[in-house]
């Protein structure tokens, strides 16, 4: 069993490397070798065949230059010796050229001169016909002295009659010298620059090592695979952003979060989402960490961390149901505190009653108990004859029960008038609430304090205002006051502030309205919501003159019921 775990670890330590660094260098490398090879391969061969062809025209000249001279003549005129005219003339031509014969033979192929005196007067080892017939030749030949490259011309008398032709011949052995001597220069050529690939090549292999951590391409797809499925079983929003901002990545919980789509990766953040504070923050324009921001009618907390390679990584948190719960913890912790301040008022009330009772006061004791009882039921009528939609009008009532309490004055102007066809209640309900509970913090403790309500219908749209008698909101920070985060306030235990406002005026806009904040004509803060398209059509034959409403302008049974349910709550 050692032995086979030997041989398979011999097996992997031979085989084909597995890290991404040494695949890239090696294949690199085999790259750089194999193109070396074939580039020196592919000049050797047209070389050999250029030193062939330079030799044979070589020889081709020499035979030209040898007819040209008066050796016709000498041919004509004399016989085939060694010591004759034909055979000196070319001698010196063979050895002033470096040719290795020069043969001049008349029209019967026989030699009038040569290398060898013993073939003058023989008859060539070669045709000679195609020169003797006017042409001129080169080639490469076998002949008595060897392999030559050949050039044969034609020889002519003063006439132009032929009269023999001249062979000329260069050594093949030369040629190969020349070709071999070309060799090592050349291999040294590629040499070198199979070298300098080979150090690119290794420098960059060294830089995809960096680059890779060193991993091998099977754990890179595992990393891959593990980053999709991490990535998208993440309950946490995930977007990756490239240096130019551009979206990189998103998983499912970002698109849900974000209300985008898959076809918004790729396209740049400002694009998809517009102009706005979620933006802003995953931009990195603003800084900070647990950054609050509102999408849609979610409540978001990002985190944002840089990237080596300029780009970015934010994470998103949905704080939509903490917030909530945050709020309604703080309406129940102010309503405890109410109730607990009623609590003592009506013992207070109970011990006043018991007294007159004891005291046998009893018309006395009955005016005390209808004073107590009306003012209560007065401000529930107020409100339920003037606002006709159950919710805005249940919390408006508990709210100024609270307001009583914390000794703020909560009324309804004159110019309140809401029908029952709200088309989102619970919208509405949402925004009077963050507003009365912002009027209430900033009404307390002000001289005279008090809020005024103000909630009226034009034709399909709803209109809010409200003013409290508070210091007010400086004219440099009533935008600000609509951003996510901002408040003046100290963050409660159960997260932050700056969020209320913010959810009104988005609100206001996802319904195509409005919300601002201006001054209030006794110095206090007055804001404004316009909510279009905020109640259905009215319909046919409806009305709401007081003949469809009690004396009080309320329908039927409405105030004294709501009144009554605003009394127990």
């Keep these: ?164 032709a001249v062979s000329v011949g260069i050594a093949y052995d030369s040629v190969r010298d020349r070709f071999l001597a070309a060799i090592p220069g050349l291999l040294a050529y590629a040499g070198g620059a199979l070298a300098a690939g080979a150090l690119a090549a290794y420098l960059i292999s060294r830089r995809l090592q960096r680059q890779t951590h060193d991993l091998a391409f099977s754990d890179i797809s595992a990393l891959l695979t593990e980053r999709e499925a991490m990535l ?37 953040l400002d694009e998809v989402l517009g102009a706005g504070r979620t933006t802003e923050v995953l931009a990195g324009r603003v800084v900070g960490e647990d950054l609050l921001a509102v999408q849609g009618s979610r409540v978001l907390v990002a985190n944002r961390m840089p990237t080596d390679d300029g780009g970015a990584v934010v994470t998103l948190r949905d704080r939509t149901e903490l917030e909530r719960l945050g709020r309604e913890l703080d309406a129940t912790k102010g309503l405890i505190d109410a109730l607990r301040a009623q609590d003592h008022e009506h013992a207070n009330r109970m011990h006043t009653l018991l007294g007159l009772l004891e005291l046998e006061m009893h018309e006395e004791a009955v005016e005390f108990v209808t004073e107590v009882v009306g003012v209560h039921r007065a401000t529930a009528e107020q409100i339920t004859e003037r606002i006709h939609d159950p919710l805005p009008a249940a919390l408006l009532v508990g709210k100024a029960t609270v307001a009583a309490e914390r000794g703020v004055s909560l009324r309804l102007s004159t110019g309140t008038l809401l029908p029952d066809r709200l088309i989102d209640p619970q919208g509405l309900v949402t925004v009077v609430g963050n507003l009365v509970d912002n009027a209430l913090d900033a009404a307390a403790g002000s001289e005279d304090p008090r809020i005024e309500v103000e909630l009226r219908a034009e034709g399909r749209t709803v209109v809010l205002v409200i003013s409290d008698s508070g210091p007010g909101v400086p004219a440099d920070q009533r935008e600000l006051v609509f951003s996510e985060g901002w408040s003046t306030k100290e963050p409660p235990a159960h997260g932050k502030r700056g969020l209320g406002l913010a959810l009104v005026r988005r609100l206001a806009e996802r319904q195509g309205g409005s919300a601002r904040v201006g001054a209030a004509s006794h110095g206090g803060a007055e804001f404004t919501v316009v909510l279009p398209e905020a109640l259905t059509e009215a319909e046919p034959g409806g009305s709401m003159e007081p003949d469809a409403t009690t004396e009080s302008g309320a329908p039927p049974g409405t105030a004294r019921e709501q009144a009554t349910a605003g009394e127990t709550r």
């Design 232 to 268: 998208h079983s993440l309950r946490e929003g995930v977007v990756a952003l490239d240096g130019s901002g551009r979206i990189r990545l998103m998983n499912d919980e970002a698109q849900r979060l974000l209300g985008l789509g898959p076809d918004a990766t790729g396209r740049p």
């Design 1 to 164: 069993m050692n032995a086979a775990l030997s041989t398979a670890g011999r097996r992997r330590r031979f085989g084909w490397p597995r890290r991404v660094f040494s695949q890239v260098l090696l294949m690199q490398l085999a790259i750089a070798a194999g193109v070396t090879v074939l580039a020196t391969g592919l000049f050797l061969a047209p070389f050999s065949a250029e030193l062939d062809d330079q030799a044979m025209r070589r020889a081709l000249a020499i035979a030209e230059t040898t007819a040209s001279t008066d050796v016709a003549a000498d041919l004509v005129a004399t016989d085939p010796t060694a010591d004759g005219p034909v055979q000196a003339e070319a001698e010196r031509i063979r050895q002033s050229t470096g040719a290795e014969y020069v043969v001049i033979m008349d029209r019967r192929g026989v030699r009038w001169s040569h290398t060898d005196l013993d073939e003058i007067g023989r008859v060539v080892s070669t045709d000679p016909s195609d020169a003797l017939a006017g042409k001129d030749v080169m080639e490469l030949d076998n002949g008595t002295l060897g392999r030559s490259a050949r050039g044969k011309v034609p020889l002519r008398d003063e006439s132009g009659r032929i009269v023999g």
